[in-house]
């Protein structure tokens, strides 16, 4: 299993202001800031916000011991006086070979962070490490500018992801034709009349009425129908027949139909309209 500790290792890095003396990195899919601390074993202390708004902490110790990737379930951070077990945390391994705890933080702990003034460890009843949190809250100020940053970013990839969508990744590669499907009335279509929600009568639809439109139309060369009128509807009245010139206006025949078709002929199309099909 690769660790998120890991990953946030290995994931791309791009400077951003730092607030004090709490480093602020800012990552394709979050922002960290950190601070390393005096004294045995020179703690180090990150806190991520993710793109959803939850947080991760991760803390290591040159002197600890902790297994990389074994759960350790009676641990607990606490800000102050609000505790957070995290889910449990796990053990990793820092850049540094510097083991550690990772921990899986709500949303609500980035303000948390913020307000507080010491950030403690527990295993159990046993105190870990007790860290002050000076200046935690511009660390957190930062840390929000940063993932408002990475949001933007993300919301760009994405419109221009859409921009491109239509536009194939080789639009010269050869592009094998889907196969055409026979309807009940012997038409074969490259895209089928398919009846939606939306065209669905509403007069029919409120009085629960089922029922279908014949057309008879002609064929165009690029498989599109023209000069379509409606020879029947059953049951009458309530529709079914301008749906239908709707819904075969939308489909497309099949090319080997509409060459097999003499000049100026007629094509003739049943059209259902079922309830909870559309």
């Given amino acids: 299993m690769v660790s998120f500790a890991l990953l946030l290792m290995l994931a791309a890095q791009a400077d951003w202001p730092d607030a004090g003396d709490w480093a602020i990195d800012r990552f394709e899919e979050r922002c960290v800031t950190s601070l390393d601390f005096e004294g045995a074993g020179a703690t180090e202390l990150y806190v991520t916000l993710e793109l959803d708004g939850s947080s991760t902490v991760l803390i290591n110790n040159a002197n600890w011991t902790t297994v990389d990737d074994q759960r350790y379930p009676d641990v607990e951070v606490v800000l102050d006086d609000q505790a957070y077990t995290g889910g449990g945390a796990r053990g990793y391994i820092s850049e540094g070979y510097r ?23 527990f295993n159990g009843e046993q105190l870990v490490d007790s860290l002050s949190l000076d200046g935690s809250a511009g660390a957190a100020s930062g840390l929000r500018r940063c993932i408002t940053s990475v949001r933007r970013a993300h919301d760009a990839a994405e419109r221009e992801r859409q921009r491109l ?29 398919q009846v939606t929600a939306d065209d669905f009568p509403a007069h029919a639809r409120e009085r629960d009425v089922t029922g279908s439109a014949t057309l008879s139309c002609e064929a165009r060369a690029n498989g599109s129908s023209t000069n379509c009128r409606v020879l029947s509807e059953n049951p009458s009245g309530v529709g079914f027949g301008r749906a239908a010139l709707a819904v075969v206006g939308r489909a497309r025949l099949a090319p080997q139909y509409v060459d097999r078709l003499p000049p100026d002929s007629r094509f003739t199309v049943t059209v259902p309209f079922e309830l909870g099909r559309p």
């Fill in 99 to 121: 083991r550690g705890l990772t921990m899986r933080m709500p949303a609500t702990f980035v303000d948390d962070f913020a307000a507080a003034r010491s950030f403690k460890v």
């Fill in 165 to 193: 969508a239509h536009i194939p990744e080789n639009p010269f590669a050869e592009v094998t034709p889907p196969e055409p499907t026979t309807s009940e009335d012997g038409v074969q279509w490259a895209r089928r009349p």
